[in-house]
């Protein structure tokens, strides 16, 4: 099954990297300019707002808590390398304000997405590493913020995170190594034996982020394709939503999508970095309603 998605609102007329789609409870859409180190919120009625900014930062991925506090994920300043090795995860209120840090950058992650299970604990990706350098991983952080716990280590560049509805599968992206990870947990941050497998390899650049839907079909945005490739709960392709203009190379940095929750309403962030389009909003049809996250319950 194909789908083509349809533009909803341009961000910005020039090429902004955008990320990190999450609805809050308001039914606003937040996402985040990432060099721009902006959180971005654009209302119900398409009004864009600005609700953070902090240059520098880097921020790459957003999870709201069902209190309603924003969760930043960031990947944090390039280095005198040009690396990623000190990224952070913030709080934020619903306004924008009260800046807490839950993850410090003396912890040495490049932070680059995160999603909340239901018992409000957070699973994170550490996008360190290349292809050859298994440097990043999945980790998960209690309840309690007390200590992070290494559940999928030695990734290439781990990147986009989503779970199951019931919580019982993990997944990941490993952006410079182009495979689809899938665990099975039996508790938060526990696989057993045998629950890991990869079944998926990529062709092509740029599994990025990813997000599940109602029925555990899992959508991952594929960056310098122009594409969402969309998966069955056990990680069978069953489809994708293709970006108008691909066929020209237009708005191929498609990074990440937001499923509205108790919607099929998709929406899916992108840029064009060749035909002038922009940083655009598009949106689609999903395969099922979207996920009640942690935020809706």
């Not at 299970?117 to 996008?127: E, L, P």
């Not at 998709?266 to 395969?287: N, Y």
Request: glycine content about 14%; charged content about 15%.
């Amino acid at each position: 099954m194909s789908v083509t998605a349809e533009p909803f609102f341009q961000v910005a007329e020039g090429p902004l990297p955008l990320e990190g789609p999450a609805f809050d409870r308001l039914g606003n859409l937040l996402f985040v300019d990432i060099y721009g180190g902006r959180v971005l919120c654009l209302s119900p009625e398409r009004r864009l707002t600005t609700l953070y900014s902090e240059p520098g930062q880097n921020p790459s991925g957003l999870a709201v808590h069902k209190d309603g506090r924003i969760f930043v994920a960031a990947v944090g300043p390039r280095n005198s390398q040009g690396l990623f090795d000190a990224g952070t995860v913030f709080a934020l209120d619903p306004g924008g304000g009260g800046r807490q840090t839950v993850v410090p950058p003396s912890a040495g992650h490049a932070v680059n997405d995160l999603v909340f299970d239901r018992q409000g604990g957070f699973y994170m990706t550490d996008f360190r590493g290349s292809s050859t350098r298994p440097l990043g991983g999945v980790y998960y952080m209690p309840p309690d913020s007390s200590t992070l716990r290494p559940v999928l280590p030695d990734l290439c560049g781990a990147n986009g995170v989503a779970l199951g509805p019931d919580d019982g599968v993990l997944w990941a992206t490993e952006f410079s190594a182009c495979r689809l990870h899938r665990a099975e947990l039996s508790a938060p941050a526990t696989i057993p034996h045998t629950g890991t497998s990869i079944p998926y390899h990529f062709i092509g650049p740029g599994p990025d982020s990813m997000r599940t839907d109602s029925q555990g079909n899992v959508y991952v945005a594929l960056n310098r394709q122009g594409r969402v490739l969309v998966f069955s709960p056990y990680g069978i392709p069953i489809g994708q939503i293709l970006l108008p203009g691909r066929e020209k190379n237009h708005f191929l940095r498609c990074t990440s999508l937001a499923l509205m929750p108790g919607s099929r309403d998709l929406f899916i962030v992108a840029r064009d970095e060749v035909g002038g389009g922009g940083a655009m909003v598009f949106k689609a049809g999903g395969f099922a309603d979207g996920l009640a996250m942690f935020s809706h319950q």
